[in-house]
């Protein structure tokens, strides 16, 4: 099992900046790779960024790249998403997961395994 803690989550205004932290405890040593998603309100949870769990390989959805930034603490087990330039379409719920599967780019929900409990990012106009 893999236990994952988001936090970071909060209220800005149009064009601010978060980030986002998620915390990876329990048997981690197979994890290739933590990504973020994100759910807005009445959509599907949409891919976000990812990064290998040794952090050399990032890969971005195309409307974030840019404004977002993701990468890890290289002594704790914690990885962040730097989220610069917020848009009010960008409200939703972040959340953080774990994959197995050694393939850099695969944005596909299902290839993760665990999943934190999401942390609400809301940005007004």
């Known amino acids: 099992q893999v236990q994952l803690v988001e936090s970071g989550g909060g209220k800005v205004q149009a064009g601010g900046s978060l980030r986002l932290s998620c915390s990876a405890s329990g048997r981690t040593s197979s994890v290739y790779g933590m990504g973020w998603f994100r759910q807005a309100p009445g959509k599907e949870r949409e891919f976000v960024a990812f990064i290998s769990w040794s952090g050399g390989r990032t890969y971005y959805a195309d409307s974030v790249k840019g404004r977002f930034t993701i990468y890890r603490d290289n002594v704790k087990n914690t990885f962040y998403l730097q989220i610069d330039s917020l848009k009010p379409e960008e409200t939703a719920v972040y959340y953080c997961?774990?994959?197995?599967?050694?393939?850099?780019?695969?944005?596909?929900?299902?290839?993760?395994?665990?999943w934190g409990q999401g942390t609400q990012v809301t940005v007004s106009s």
């Open positions: 997961a774990a994959r197995y599967t050694r393939v850099v780019v695969d944005t596909r929900i299902s290839q993760y395994a665990y």
